[in-house]
Nanobody
Framework: QVQLVESGGGSVQDGGSLRLSCAAS????????MGWYRQAPGKQRELVAD???????SYADSVKGRFTISRDNAKNTVSLHMNSLTPEDTAVYYC??????????????WGQGTQVTVSS
């Protein structure tokens, strides 16, 4: 009942930048936390960054100082600005959101994923 649609992935050179965006739609009453996860080949999915409705953020140690997460509560969108990308950032990036539906039931949803490839 909640769809997350990501955009902005692609291929960049080592040291480049990308911006990922995610828009949530559906029977949404409120969204608590929105975040970005990533999964590299042969590795487990890991949290990259997340942001609460109030704007509190958390980042994986590996991206601190390089990535910035932001959200627009009115538009139910979240973005991830990624700078100084390295080949180690290559992965499929997934948007995640949790909150309450109009029925007041809770939800937790994932996007379909967007590929980020950083070449050396």
């Amino acid at each position: 009942q909640v769809q997350l649609v990501e955009s902005g992935g692609g291929s960049v050179q080592d040291g480049g930048s990308l911006r990922l965006s995610c828009a949530a739609s559906g029977s949404i009453f409120s969204i608590n936390t929105m975040g970005w996860y990533r999964q590299a080949p042969g590795k487990q999915r890991e949290l990259v960054a997340d942001i609460t409705r109030g704007g509190s953020t958390s980042y994986a140690d590996s991206v601190k100082g390089r990535f910035t997460i932001s959200r627009d509560n009115a538009k139910n969108t979240v973005s991830l600005h990624m700078n100084s990308l390295t080949p180690e950032d290559t992965a499929v990036y997934y948007c995640n959101a949790d909150g309450r539906l109009l029925s007041l039931r809770s939800f937790a949803s994932w996007g379909q994923g967007t590929q980020v490839t950083v070449s050396s």
